[in-house]
């Protein structure tokens, strides 16, 4: 079950769900780092982390200070206010690695999905996420696979990430 911010007791989140209220997760503020709150909201949710909060499962993106939002694929529209949750049919197809028992897509389809909607991401996150691969891969980005339907997004963004890192 999702960490629920503040004090309610299980009876009263069930009856706030039923009247159709929605209901927040706590903050990363609570946590010492991202991925720490990520796993702990997230423990036992039929979700897969995806996008920014994968970003920040996979150590690329810092997140935010007090973040709230977390971006998951889910298989139906869950009642938490501050989840982003993209809708799948299935999982899938969907390229996923395990971080303390909750899924996360890996960094190639991070990358991937975040390229292929790029108009409605993150963009700040992205950018340092992709730039942070490039110097901890010893400033390169072979090890990612690149949809040839992204190709040409990626080559518009790549000097870019790496220029958001880069001190000269």
Partial sequence: ?????????????????????????????????????????????????????????????????????IDVYSLDRGKYENINYFVVDTFDGIEVVHFGGIACTSINQTINDMLADYDNIDEQSFIEGLGSYYFMNGESFEGLDIEPRNMERFNAVKDWAIGYWDED
């Avoid at 979700?47 to 007090?66: D, I, K, M, W």
């Fill in 1 to 69: 079950m999702l960490k629920v911010l503040g004090e309610h007791s299980p009876s009263q989140l069930s009856e706030g769900a039923s009247r159709g209220r929605q209901v927040a997760t706590a903050c990363s503020g609570n946590y010492a780092t991202h991925r720490a709150w990520l796993l702990d909201v997230l423990r036992g949710e039929n979700v897969v982390l995806c996008r920014t909060s994968a970003l920040e499962c996979h150590g690329l993106f810092p997140g935010y200070l007090n973040e709230k939002q």
